[in-house]
């Protein structure tokens, strides 16, 4: 019998994130199917993992902890583009199944989500991507504006009202760094004050969203746990 393919769901607030993985995932639809969507809602449909990506998420740690303990996540991988090892240690300390590299192209991704399917603990090297090592299909909001991702997650924090202070605890990024990408990102979104930044992320899809998009279930079913 040809095995069913591992059913995924893609966790995070913003949707041009969610669509660009399941963009990179579609033409592995055979071994991997994404089957929801969630932007900031919990996982409704049970699935074999859930593939939680961090843009935007801040301290990580604590924000899997409602995830992994939602029986219909399956095993819960965290999706990052920063793999220090003491951020890899707190999620897998916390029931995360993997940690796996935004840099990694589709097809690899799809690979270690099998793996992890199957029963691995998949964690990918140590490494701080940069973004140009982001693969073709990763998305961000204000990627289209000239905006990195780094710059993009730190607009995206300043317009959900973080203090710089904030920003740099919750991304385990020194102040000073935090400040160098605020006033990069400022250059390229030609404001000079917080309030336009704001107003600004706002504008060009900075704010969280919470919805949910489902995808027909294959026509073998599969239990759910939560009953």
């Not at 701080?128 to 998305?139: K, N």
């Not at 909001?141 to 000239?146: D, F, L, M, S, V």
């Amino acid at each position: 019998m040809t095995p069913l393919p591992v059913r995924v769901a893609i966790l995070n607030d913003y949707e041009v994130v969610v669509r660009g993985v399941h963009a990179m995932l579609s033409p592995f639809e055979d071994r991997v199917e994404v089957v929801e969507l969630d932007l900031g809602a919990p996982v409704r449909t049970a699935v074999d993992v859930t593939l939680f990506d961090t843009f935007a998420r801040g301290q990580v740690e604590h924000a899997v902890d409602d995830v992994v303990g939602n029986p219909r996540a399956g095993r819960v991988t965290v999706y990052s583009w920063d793999l220090r090892a003491s951020l890899v240690e707190q999620a897998i300390s916390r029931g995360c199944c993997g940690y796996l590299d935004k840099t990694l192209p589709g097809e690899e991704l799809a690979a270690a989500i099998q793996r992890i399917a199957d029963g691995e603990v998949v964690i990918s090297p140590t490494h701080t991507a940069q973004d140009g090592d982001l693969p073709a299909g990763a998305d961000w909001p204000g990627r289209a504006e000239g905006l990195s991702a780094r710059e993009a997650e730190v607009v995206a924090l300043i317009t959900q009202g973080l203090s710089n202070e904030e920003i740099a605890r919750g991304a385990y990024l020194s102040i000073n760094t935090v400040k160098t990408y605020i006033r990069n990102a400022y250059r390229k979104m030609g404001v000079t004050r917080r309030s336009q930044a704001v107003r600004w992320g706002v504008q060009h899809g900075m704010v969280p969203d919470v919805r949910r998009e489902t995808y027909p279930a294959p026509e073998t079913p599969r239990a759910d746990p939560a009953g």
